[in-house]
């Protein structure tokens, strides 16, 4: 827009009028014109001459924020020393006239963007001299600029880098004058507190701790301390005392490796701070309850401990005042709010870090000493970590209670077991509220993995109380439960005679189906870990167990109950050595649950009857490993020749309109498939038959999936895993069926979703109905192009549909993440173009001709579409798409066009013209064309790839600026 059209009348008119309830015009028209005035050349001296004599606050601070901008976006167009000194005079003027302090701050940031139009290394230093003095020595104007100038100082040198300055800023350069400013600040004691504690903390990680502590005989410190420990200040003064406090000792942590004096000159610095200020504060904390004071006092003593806890270990006793002080932070007498805990629990990660230095052997010595501190904190924990009426449906508590795990375990290792597990049992008999029984089970399932076979005495005494007590509450009951889990491996290895005690505590509350769901779900997870970890020692009690699996296997209507009930009984039959009776008992389970399922008709059961049959599939295993080499039938086999024809079979044909079902009996078979493998060679021909089929008829992809699992565990032709005949009889029967998946694909799903997209024209209507579908298939043909690559590879047709499917796809799909996925395919896709195989293929080591050949094939044939999908992709500016895969598939697409030693180099030249040509002539000029072809050629030549990857990065993102702009 013309400068003529704005005047400085109009500009205030519409800045008044901005900030006017009642104004005549717009919001939008008002923004409008204000926005392309401080975009035009012509704002610069407007907003200067409006400055230089305006008294409104409003206009002042409109335009000094809008100076702000135009100096750190808009700087080239105003290339003038005469720009640093008219803000110095605004500023001069704002300071006299009492100009709010927001106006200021935009004119000092505006000052400090404006530093790089004198192009001079020593501007800042000579900026803050004149600053100094502006306002008679107060200063608050220098404290502005030294405040924003750490941060802003890489702003600065890109200005300088856009002004094409010979100049530069580095913050070493500042470190010591900055200092001596600031210092002069502190003794002129003239300005605000807080203010002089907030810069300091901006500049203190410039600057080693001794340097800080030391400069100017100690002035910078002291003067941080003085204010740390004069009660009179604000709470929030002393709130951003500690936290710059923090800071300082945070960075002395490195000296304590070398005991560095400097450590300890700041410590007897700061124990002052230990002996008043903190009292105070948590004196104000218990007056006001007010959780931000409690929490900026702990997270100063986390950073004081954590960052001398060397020197803690090595002194304990030095440190006890702090050490008392962290226990009582951790723990205190009295809890007043359950929030106050998530601040409280900061100091767990310092304990846990102690007992971990207490066992390295330089500092095992202390053990005797740290030892107690640790008992201490274990008599607090049990208190603290009892349910209450107000706390018990908390989930704050309850993951203040979770984040408690390493802590115990450090108690736990620093005490010992024996100590450990005593004080449970003291706590136990001296207390039988359920509340500080649950409390006790809490923390022993923190530690239950860790309890060793010599602490089984003390254990079986607890457990038998626990197994016997009375159960008043439902968390009482839970908490039980989840130990006698995380306890299965020691029960298994060293008290076997609880086993039965365990069992039926477990089995009464299974039969009682009035408990609630996560009740049930902790009983049959013990259920589960117990028979799992076990299975042995429960061999005798297998009838027993199925037993009492008939009678409470229908009483439970919980899902994940029943998955974790057939899983465990599963694992005890797994573990009958003689195969006559692990056959008996195996048919036992699985007739009975089977052949209910045929009876059924409600959707529902049937799934879940599936979902079982998987839970007891996951634990059934080959029971010999070489019997496929032996020519031996596994006893699980034998079963399901019968049960395939005659249930499983049934149930997927009478249920293909039902997706749910045909999910759930996929993951059945995906877990045979992965554990059983050749061994299911009676019934493999059949089942890829009916998979086949069903695909074909119902297009659900859930049996595509299932596809994969066949390709990837039947495409294995090491003869030391499977024998060699079953590998020469399935394999071409297993490259037909992966290719007829394909054809299915092709011919019927990929078919429904063309005419979808004719029909509605719309995209995200197909993404809606198709996507899964669409990512399954983009899944199956990378793990076509793993398992069977040459047979896929070399069937042109196939190969053809598939890139054009993933070139529609990478385009018309609104999905990101499926997109994406598009792209890496046709990556590995052009990546077999290559001589060297893809790292994902272990077949060939060099590609084989043919393979080649059709790839080369493939790409003559659809070159232009394939640069048109990139090009189309990279100009996409969409945020969630990730332009480095394109660029990856972009530089691999050339690679493969340059291994065919220059045949179909022309290509590239050719590809690239058609997608310039198509691009708008408005902005791709001649010159444009040329550069680009010329900066790809180049690259390319010299399979700079990464040199390609930046040329195709810098275009296709000018392209779209200026495409945006238009």
């Known amino acids: 827009m013309d400068q003529a059209v704005f005047t400085e009348h109009e500009v205030i008119h519409n800045i008044n009028e901005l900030y006017n309830n009642n104004r005549s015009t717009s919001i939008n028209i008002i923004n409008d014109y204000l926005l392309k005035f401080q975009k035009s050349n012509a704002s610069w001296n407007i907003i200067i001459n409006v400055l230089l004599k305006n008294n409104d606050q409003n206009i002042s601070l409109f335009l000094s924020s809008a100076l702000k901008h135009k100096c750190k976006y808009d700087i080239i167009q105003f290339n003038n020393i005469d720009l640093y000194h008219n803000i110095i005079s605004i500023i001069k003027r704002s300071i006299i006239q009492g100009s709010n302090e927001n106006i200021v701050i935009q004119l000092v940031i505006a000052l400090l963007y404006s530093l790089p139009v004198l192009n001079d290394s020593n501007c800042i230093i000579n900026c803050m001299q004149e600053l100094s003095s502006i306002d008679n020595n107060n200063s608050n104007v220098l404290l502005l600029f030294l405040k924003v100038l750490p941060e802003e100082l890489n702003q600065l040198n890109n200005i300088n880098d856009l002004l094409n300055n010979s100049s530069s800023f580095d913050i070493e350069d500042l470190r010591e004058p900055v200092f001596s400013f600031i210092s002069q600040l502190i003794t002129n004691g003239n300005n605000d507190i807080l203010n002089i504690i907030n810069l300091l903390k901006n500049w203190v990680l410039e600057y080693t701790f001794q340097e800080f502590i030391s400069f100017d005989n100690h002035n910078v410190i002291n003067f941080i301390i003085s204010q740390s420990s004069n009660l009179s200040n604000s709470i929030e003064v002393l709130e951003q005392c500690l936290d710059l406090l923090g800071l300082i000792v945070m960075e002395s942590k490195e000296a304590t490796f070398i005991n560095d004096p400097s450590v300890w000159e700041l410590i007897n610095i700061i124990t002052p701070i230990y002996n008043s200020t903190i009292p105070f504060l948590l004196k104000s904390f218990q007056e006001t309850e007010d959780l931000d004071i409690l929490q900026f006092v702990i997270k100063f003593i986390c950073e004081c401990l954590e960052s001398w806890e060397r020197l803690v270990i090595i002194d304990p006793t030095k440190f006890a005042p702090y050490i008392n002080l962290a226990i009582e932070m951790t723990f205190p007498n009295t809890l007043n709010n359950v929030d106050e805990l998530e601040f409280r629990s900061y100091l767990f990660k310092f304990w846990v870090d102690l007992q971990t230095l207490s066992f390295m052997k330089l500092f095992q010595p202390m053990q005797h000493v740290i030892k107690p501190i640790y008992l201490e904190l274990f008599s607090r924990s049990h208190h603290f970590l009892k349910f209450t009426n107000e706390n018990v449906n908390d989930p704050n508590f309850k993951q203040y209670r979770c984040s408690t795990n390493e802590f115990i375990k450090a108690i736990f290792k620093t005490v010992t077991s024996n100590t450990f597990l005593s004080n449970i049992q003291q706590n136990l008999n001296s207390d039988k509220s359920w509340q500080s029984i649950e409390s006790n089970v809490f923390i022993l399932q923190q530690v239950a993995t860790e309890i060793k076979s010599f602490n089984t005495e003390c254990m079986l005494e607890i457990l038998n109380y626990l197994l016997t007590c009375q159960i008043e509450d439902i968390s009482l009951l839970i908490g039980i439960d989840n130990l006698l889990t995380k306890l299965s491996s020691w029960t298994n290895k060293n008290s076997a005679s609880t086993l039965e005690s365990q069992l039926n505590f477990i089995f009464k509350q299974l039969d009682n189906n009035n408990l609630d769901h996560e009740a049930l779900i902790a009983a049959s997870d013990a259920f589960m870990s117990i028979c799992m970890e076990c299975n042995d020692k429960l061999q005798p009690f297998i009838d027993q167990l199925l037993s009492f699996y008939s009678n409470i296997e229908n009483l439970l209507t919980n899902k994940d109950s029943k998955l974790s009930l057939n899983a465990g009984i599963t694992s005890v039959i797994f573990s009958i050595p003689d195969d006559v009776k692990y056959f008996n008992t195996l048919q036992q389970l699985l007739k009975a649950k089977l052949f209910k399922m045929t009876e059924y008709k409600n959707i529902k059961d049937i799934s879940l009857e599936l979902q079982t049959l998987t839970a007891i599939c996951e634990e059934i295993r080959p029971r010999d490993e070489l019997s496929l080499f032996k020519n031996i039938q596994d006893p699980f086999i034998t079963l399901l020749v019968d049960i395939y024809p005659n249930i499983l079979e049934p149930v997927l044909l009478n249920n293909l309109n039902s997706s749910e079902i045909i999910e759930k009996w996929c993951e059945v078979f995906h877990v045979l498939i992965l554990n059983m493998s050749y061994h299911l060679d009676p019934i493999l021909q059949s089942l890829l038959t009916l998979i086949d089929n069903s695909f074909k008829y119902t297009k659900d992809t859930s049996l595509l999936s299932l596809s994969a699992k066949v390709m990837d565990i039947y495409s294995i032709s090491d003869t030391t895993i499977y024998p060699k005949n079953l590998i020469d009889k ?193 902005i791709v000029n001649h010159q444009e064309t040329k550069a680009f072809i010329h900066g790809c050629y180049i690259a390319g030549k010299y399979k700079d790839y990464r040199k390609l990857g930046r040329t195709l990065t810098s275009f296709t993102t000018w392209y779209s600026k200026k495409y945006v702009a238009q």
Do not use: R
Not at 767 to 791: A, G, K, Q, R, W
């Open 730 to 922: 399935y394999y071409n029967t297993i490259v037909h069926f992966v290719l007829q998946q394909h054809e299915t694909y092709k011919n019927v799903i990929f078919a429904d979703i063309l005419k979808m997209f004719n029909v509605h024209n719309d995209i995200k209507e197909v993404n809606y109905h198709f996507n899964h579908t669409i990512n399954d298939y983009v899944l199956y043909i990378s793990d076509t192009m793993i398992y069977v690559p040459y047979e896929f590879l070399t069937n042109f047709d196939l190969d053809l549909f598939v890139l054009k499917f993933l070139m529609f796809i990478s385009i018309n799909n609104p999905d990101p993440t499926l997109t994406n996925s598009a792209i890496k395919t046709l990556t590995d896709m052009f990546s077999w173009g290559l001589d060297s195989t893809p790292i994902t293929c272990d077949m060939f080591e060099i590609t084989p001709k043919e393979i080649k050949m059709n790839v080369k094939a493939l790409i003559v044939n659809q070159y232009v579409e394939i640069f048109n999908t990139l090009f189309h992709n990279l100009l996409n500016n969409d945020d969630d798409f990730d332009d480095y895969d394109v660029i990856e598939c972009f530089c691999s697409f050339i690679k493969t066009i340059q291994s065919f030693d220059g045949e179909i180099d022309y290509l590239i030249e050719d590809g690239i013209m058609h997608i310039l040509n198509q691009l708008n002539k408005e």
